[in-house]
């Protein structure tokens, strides 16, 4: 069991006992962030290459973590990210496994520390697939935040194709799904929203 048997919402959902809203952004109106030079002259490259037949490795690679370490630069590297890291959580409920992406309120960077705050999954095409797992991760980072005695009202999630991310917050047993498809580029604008989830207080 691990975070990929999730398939579905409803399968996190009954598994998790949760309460699945589904409605318009939760995202405030927030003002966009200039990209770096790095991170603009990087997607000048990756976006042509992978951004329409590109594998979800290679938009992981190529667009996904570009961002997310441009949010840690932004936050003057109060945040650490980690790509590909096992998560086991607890393994008896199948919250074990690897997370794509996970940014963490924490400057430690050898290892996993709370508060955790953002999950991003990754997909090539199609963003309902990645729903579920992401829901798990969501609720695995509630979890391990809550024993290492340092929890957080909210978690977020997204799951992205790098030119596309919908994204979701989970508060309590609550999850809140944002029916909007947030496209990229614009780059300021996405990277306004990520900075902000990540900082978030």
């Known amino acids: 069991m691990s975070y990929s048997q999730f398939k579905t919402i409803s399968s996190a959902k009954t598994a998790f006992n949760l309460t699945v809203v589904e409605g318009d952004r939760f995202l405030p109106e927030i003002e966009a962030i200039e ?9 000048q490259e990756s976006l042509p290459i992978v951004g329409t037949s590109g594998s ?14 441009e949010v840690r630069r932004k936050l003057d590297r109060q945040v650490s990210l980690f790509s590909g890291e096992e998560f086991n959580v607890d393994e008896s409920v199948g919250l074990n496994g690897v997370c ?28 309902k697939t990645g729903f579920g797992q992401c829901i798990a991760e ?12 340092n929890p957080i009202p ?26 909007n498809v947030y496209s990229l580029p614009p780059v300021d604008r996405m990277l306004g929203y990520l900075v902000w989830m990540a900082g978030e207080k």
């Open 35 to 43: 990209p770096s030079p790095i991170l603009e002259g990087y997607l």
């Open 154 to 179: 909210r978690i977020y999630g997204s799951v992205s194709n790098g030119i596309q991310w919908q994204f979701m917050s989970l508060v309590q047993s609550t999850l809140t799904i944002d029916l």
């Open 56 to 69: 979800e490795k290679a938009r992981s690679e190529g667009i996904i973590y570009p961002m997310l370490l």
């Open 138 to 149: 969501m609720v695995a980072v509630q979890r391990f935040n809550e024993a290492q005695s």
């Open 100 to 127: 794509d992406f996970l940014l963490t309120r924490s400057t430690a960077v050898l290892e996993i520390e709370a508060p955790a705050v953002v999950v991003v999954e990754a997909k090539r095409t199609d963003l």
